[in-house]
């Protein structure tokens, strides 16, 4: 898979471990993944982003009508929601930061301890690394991006979350999506993956195609937090950003390298 990369993102791709070749023909202007494994083109790619569908299921209702509110009210009934049990041990509700004019919604998991002090989501050396993956392809944190979690409370100890507590927080995250209707999602890490998609199947086997959350597309990809603990998959991450950018341009995923 090759991707036009300019010396600024070259040096950030050095940045978070992933080596890059010039490529003979293009040798100024293209750079290679290697040894990535690309992720396999499905068998029906996505080729554009569709628009938000008309006639999208109903959320579910609950007190507050979240699938009615603007920004601001949706902010608001997440700091002040206790409609599942992670609300008593929580310091700070994390909903969400960026662009509201996002391309990119980037969704992760759940606050971890540096998130739910802060309030923040993808905090620490995951998000320096999330953070560093952007700019390699061109992107910032608050331009044209925004960072959300499946999740809105710590689970304690960072234990995995109860299928209650997806239940009665994903509206808030299908309200985003509806308020955002972002181009492309990144799903980051198991959790993130599996509640979107609705399946039990691994990372590696969901990753490398896209599919679809809301009428929206995803590609799923590896936690950064997993990344620093596994370099080697760097470079499978750095494949899942260039399918993600090749999916929101409306191209067909590039032929296996
Ligand atoms: S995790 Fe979500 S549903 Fe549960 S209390 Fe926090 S904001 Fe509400």
Sequence with gaps: MSVDLDARQRAMLAEIGVRVFAAPARAAATAQVVPAARPQPSAAPLRAAPPMPRDAPALPSRAGGIELMEWDALAQAVAACRACQLCAGRRNTVFGVGDPQADWLIVGEAPGEQEDLQGEPFVGQAGKLLDNMLKAMGLERHHKVYIANVLKCRPPGNRNPEPQEVAQCEPFLRRQVQLLQPRIILAMGRFAVQSL???????????????????????????PAYLLRNLADKAKAWADLCLAQELMRGQPPAEST
């Design 197 to 223: 998609l609705g399946s039990s199947e691994p990372i590696g086997k969901l990753r490398g195609r896209g599919h679809e959350y809301m009428g929206v597309p995803v590609v799923v990809t590896y936690h």
